[in-house]
C-alpha cells in the first residue's frame, strides 16, 4: 500500500467518543494552515465523528484508511482557500480538461494537493507535486509542454499556476473548479 504523508499524528487509540475529537482539535490548533493530520483510533464511532467534525469547523477531511483495528483518519487544516482571489488568467473547467484527457491530448495534468489529498483519490495519469515543493522540483517539468494544473478549489492550482508562469513555464493553465467536483474517473486507495 501507498504510504500517506502527514505533517502530525495524534494517538486516539483507545479512546471513547468524545475523546479523539478533543485530542484532534487540540492538535489541529497547532497545526500550520494546509498541513495533514493523521488521526489513528480504535473506536469505530470515530469516523462518523471526524467528518461531522472538519466539515462543521472547515477543515477538510480526506479519508479513512482502515488498518486492522486502527481507524487511521486524514484531515487537512483548513487555510481559508476559497475566500482568495484567482490572479492566474488561463483558466478552464473540468469539463474541458476532461476532454483534452478524452481526445488523449499532450498534457500533463499536475495535481498539487497534498500527497495524502491525491493518494485518496486523483485523475488517472496526474503528476503529484504538492504546492510546497513545487520550487524545489520544478525540473521534474517540461517548459515547453501544456500544463493543466489541479488541486481540491482552484486555490492552490492558481498559486502554483502564477509560480510556473513566473519561473518560464509557457503553456500552464489553471483548472476550477478542481478535484472537489470531478465527475470522472479517478484512481484511488480502493
Request: hydrophobic share 35%; charged share 30%.
Amino acid at each position: 500500500m501507498e504510504t500517506i504523508k502527514f505533517d502530525q499524528l495524534v494517538d486516539a487509540k483507545g479512546l471513547a467518543c468524545p475523546m479523539p475529537i478533543v485530542r484532534t482539535k487540540k492538535a489541529m490548533n497547532e497545526l500550520d494552515p494546509g498541513r495533514v493530520l493523521e488521526v489513528q483510533a480504535t473506536d469505530k464511532g470515530s469516523t462518523a465523528d471526524i467528518k461531522a467534525w472538519t466539515q462543521s469547523t472547515g477543515h477538510q477531511y480526506i479519508g479513512t484508511v482502515e488498518e486492522g483495528d486502527v481507524l487511521k483518519h486524514y484531515l487537512r487544516k483548513a487555510t481559508g482557500e476559497e475566500k482568495e482571489e484567482k490572479k492566474h488568467p488561463h483558466v478552464v473547467n473540468n469539463e474541458e480538461l476532461q476532454g483534452k484527457l478524452t481526445n488523449n491530448e499532450d498534457i500533463v495534468v499536475l495535481d498539487v494537493r497534498e500527497s495524502a489529498e491525491f493518494a485518496f483519490n486523483h485523475i488517472p495519469g496526474a503528476r503529484s507535486i504538492p504546492l510546497g515543493e513545487l520550487e524545489n522540483r520544478l525540473n521534474e517539468l517540461s517548459k515547453d509542454t501544456e500544463i493543466y494544473v489541479v488541486c481540491r478549489t482552484g486555490s492552490r492550482s492558481d498559486l502554483a499556476a502564477q509560480k510556473l508562469t513566473d519561473a518560464g513555464f509557457a503553456h500552464v493553465i489553471n483548472v476550477v473548479p478542481g478535484m472537489s467536483e470531478w465527475n470522472s474517473q479517478t484512481d484511488n486507495l480502493n
